[in-house]
């Protein structure tokens, strides 16, 4: 029976772009983008895992280096889009726009072309599902924005758990979750991978290997770096943003040693070759 892969995703973005802070405030605040991500891919290249990084165009313009650096160590480079703003706040032209703009910046640095897209804050809805004929029409090939669960900033919660064609081009990879009765839990990372039990993740991922599936998990460079600044915040983003910050290192490279992950373009590769 063979191994089943996994999907280890990146957002990459500073600290202060998963705060809801917009654009034209973000002069303001200092760098730590490089913290995190050097840890990150110390553990990466630790368990020879590869990712994909969904790169925010913003984070790309500001350390070139650091995104030729992560494909020159034979990682996924995706968008994540330029501005990092909700999808359903858009319209379709600005969604556009945003789109084509961060394709400008990543295609002018690495030396493949770019597939895949995740939107920011998972905010691709019902609302805003506009998005996924925009990204066929950009030549992308995968997106992995639909987490299939009930969040007030995000999720489509009876969209499949498993990989389906949004449009006949396009390949939707839903963040990982498991299911409990008649309600989908989100285990595939983030604030959730801090807040649950180590062993809830790593049961909840096995059983979802145990269905023949591979889990799509993710992570943000900042999650690896609980020096960076704290700021008075609404206290439902607050609290999930700093929650156990410390941990992230550790539980991250008990993951890696317990399951395999690729790029989610292997993934897709896999997954074409067996179906």
């Given amino acids: 029976m063979n191994e089943v892969l996994n999907a280890f995703t990146v957002d990459l973005e500073d600290w202060y772009q998963g705060l809801e802070i917009g654009p034209e405030q973000w002069s303001g605040f200092a760098s730590r983008l490089r913290v995190g991500s050097e840890r990150l891919l110390r553990l990466l290249d630790a368990a020879s895992a590869r990712a994909t990084f969904f790169v925010l165009g913003y984070a790309a313009e500001q350390d070139p280096d650091l995104i030729r650096e992560i494909r020159a160590r034979g990682h996924e480079i995706g968008t994540h889009g330029y501005a990092h703003r909700l999808v359903y706040r858009l319209d379709p032209e600005e969604f556009k726009r945003d789109i084509e703009r961060s394709l400008d910046i990543l295609t002018g640095l690495v030396d493949t072309p770019i597939h895949t897209h995740r939107a920011p804050f ?4 019902r609302q805003s599902e506009w998005a996924f004929d925009i990204l066929a029409e950009c030549g992308l090939r995968s997106d992995s924005s639909v987490f299939p669960v009930r969040n007030y900033r995000y999720g489509i919660a009876d969209a499949p758990r498993w990989r389906y064609q949004v449009r006949p081009q396009l390949a939707e990879f839903p963040l990982a979750t498991y299911r409990l009765g008649r309600r989908n839990i989100p285990v595939g990372g983030g604030a959730y991978f801090r807040i649950f039990p180590y062993t809830l993740t790593r049961y909840a991922l096995r059983a979802i290997n145990a269905e ?8 943000h460079p900042w999650e690896l770096d609980p020096d960076h600044p704290r700021l008075d915040l609404p206290r439902r983003i607050g609290l999930t943003h700093y929650w156990n910050l410390a941990a992230t290192e550790r ?5 890696l040693g317990d399951f395999r992950f690729v790029p989610l373009g292997c993934l897709m590769q896999q997954e074409d070759r067996t179906h």
């Fill in 251 to 255: 539980r991250l490279e008990r993951l």
């Fill in 212 to 219: 023949g599936g591979g889990a799509v998990f993710y992570i």
């Fill in 122 to 125: 998972f905010s691709i809805t």
